[in-house]
């Protein structure tokens, strides 16, 4: 540890050189590296923390989770429901100098729905054609009606990307992102640093007060703790309720925390290539019966000092769409030893693939502990965060811890995921009846009956289950107590505005 923590310290020491530390320098240690900075292809939470200081979006969510304007003025929905049509706010250019206009947002959506790969094709394949009524009018004409599309908007599926810039680089465009937000992108180094530099032509330039900001993958929690607290770092996202003791008793430090909207899952592969045609993919008994082997309660208490949230579903036991009539089971070994044997596999063997986050992998050790008194012989194979995603993503694995950071809308948290052509769907999970009973749920406005939907579609994934929901997380975020104005949201998301340092402190 004490060679990882010194590592972690040059490194931070290499990259501020440069800058002496200066004032105008925001330096945020992430959980993880990164995937590819663009917002069609983008898939890991990382990569949206990086994305929401490069690219607006049409519109933005508040720490009150309501839905409110950012690069859109307004919108209307057609009497129908079948056409969204927003007004874009003037003045805005792009980082190349390009301006924003409806063009560029009809460049940008018919992006997502059109390139190879895209994750955000799934979230807004509602859309059927975008129309450019004027320079600042913009019009979504829909194929069915959807209730959480404007919600989609507040999130990579918004972002307006320089038409100019996308079209030079095609799917090279992460690499040298172009939006209009208030930082531009400087330079990456794979496993070191994202350096952006304040966009001087912003929108919103006099709530911006910073000159740069530069992102440091710290994996190890220790190592980003330690260097907040010795001040090579100004905010750290995703603290370990571990670390929780040691910054809570820094009075250099302040932590804030909320519950988050998304939550934390074992993935099996029921359908995803060869690995889906093991006797786990293919019969839900051993499934079931790893389930039962668990004691969801303690392994929260045990890792997370039940600073986290037990769960069983896509959104936690206090959200208002929790199906209450399945609440979180109890550990039954008995029952999980009768499934195996009913399987014909009184003991079974798998692997596990996490990640290197240490909170990850003693989660997995812990699970490791208890399945074993039922039969399971786990293994635990551990990789970097963004290689355990493209490796569940192309099917290489068996199961696999996987998290979700959660949207305002309940389809955000099970479409993209549950769906039979479903983004992120890697586990290749695919029931008709759970793609009707979503799909239903996005056409009714009412909170009441789209519940309903959900409840009925929760009750089917549980009786399937390709994802063992475990816990939810709170979003803890711990910064330098000389940076003033952080306010911390349930989507995690990092917001700028308004942050600034105070050096005279």
């Known amino acids: 540890m004490k060679k990882l923590m010194l590592l972690g310290l040059a490194a931070i020491a290499a990259l501020t050189a440069g800058t002496a530390q200066a004032q105008s320098t925001l330096r945020i240690g992430l959980w ?9 292809l983008g898939r890991l939470y990382s990569g949206r923390l990086i994305l929401n200081m490069i690219c607006d979006k049409l519109f933005d969510v508040t720490p009150d989770l309501k ?3 950012k690069l859109a003025t307004g919108y209307e929905w057609s009497s129908d429901g079948m056409a969204l ?9 792009f980082h190349d100098g390009e301006p924003f206009n409806a063009a560029a947002v009809k460049f940008s959506i018919e992006r997502h729905l059109t390139m190879p790969a895209s994750f955000r094709k799934s979230e807004i394949d509602v ?3 975008v129309e ?4 600042l009018t913009v019009r979504f004409v829909l194929s069915k009606r959807s209730a959480p599309l404007l919600s989609h908007l507040t999130d990579r599926a918004g972002m307006v990307v320089s038409p100019k810039a996308a079209t030079a680089l095609g799917a090279k465009f992460g690499t040298a992102p172009v939006c209009n937000g208030p930082f531009k992108f400087v330079q990456r180094v794979a496993q070191d640093k994202i350096v952006l530099e304040r966009f001087p032509d912003y929108w919103d330039k006099g709530n911006v007060h910073f000159d740069q900001v530069v992102f440091v993958p710290i994996p190890d929690g220790t190592v980003r703790v330690t260097n907040l607290r010795s001040g090579q770092l100004d905010l750290i996202e995703r603290v370990s309720p571990a670390d929780l003791g040691a910054l809570r008793a820094d009075k250099r430090v302040k932590v804030v925390g909320v519950p988050e909207l998304g939550y934390h899952v074992l993935r099996f592969n029921v359908g995803n290539g060869p690995k889906a045609g093991t006797p786990m993919g293919k019969d ?3 499934r079931q019966a790893l389930e039962a082997a668990i004691d969801r309660k303690t392994l929260v208490q045990v890792v997370f000092n039940n600073d986290f949230l037990a769960g069983n579903q896509y959104v936690n036991p206090k959200n208002f769409y929790y199906n209450e009539a399945i609440p979180v089971p109890p550990r039954d070994v008995n029952r999980a030893k009768a499934l195996l044997k009913e399987a014909g596999h009184p003991s079974y ?3 596990l693939l996490t990640s290197t986050n240490p909170d990850w992998v003693q989660a997995a050790q812990v699970i490791q502990a208890m399945v074993a008194e039922a039969g399971f012989d786990m293994k635990i194979q551990v990789q970097e965060h963004a290689t355990r995603g493209v490796n569940m993503q192309k099917g290489d694995f068996e199961a696999g811890f996987a998290f979700w950071s959660g949207r305002i809308d309940p389809d955000g948290n099970i479409g993209n995921h549950m769906t039979c052509n479903g983004a992120q769907n890697d586990s290749r999970y695919c029931n008709e009846k759970v793609d009707k009973l979503i799909d239903d749920a996005r056409q009714v406005a009412d909170p009441a009956e789209r519940k309903k939907h959900y409840d009925a579609a ?9 994802i063992l929901f475990l816990w939810h997380r709170m979003v803890i975020t711990a910064h330098s107590a000389k940076l003033q104005g952080f306010a911390p949201n349930p989507d995690g998301i990092i917001r700028v505005q308004g942050m600034k340092l105070d050096t005279a402190s």
């Open 284 to 286: 839900v008994r051993i």
């Open 132 to 135: 450019v009524v004027d320079d």
């Open 85 to 93: 049509t927003i007004k874009l706010k003037p003045g805005v250019k």
């Open 349 to 351: 063997s798998f692997t």
């Open 67 to 69: 839905i409110v304007p």
């Open 32 to 40: 993880d590296d990164p995937d590819t900075i663009d917002p069609t």
């Open 458 to 466: 929760t009750a089917q994934l549980l009786e399937d289950r390709p």
């Open 127 to 129: 859309v059927k054609t």
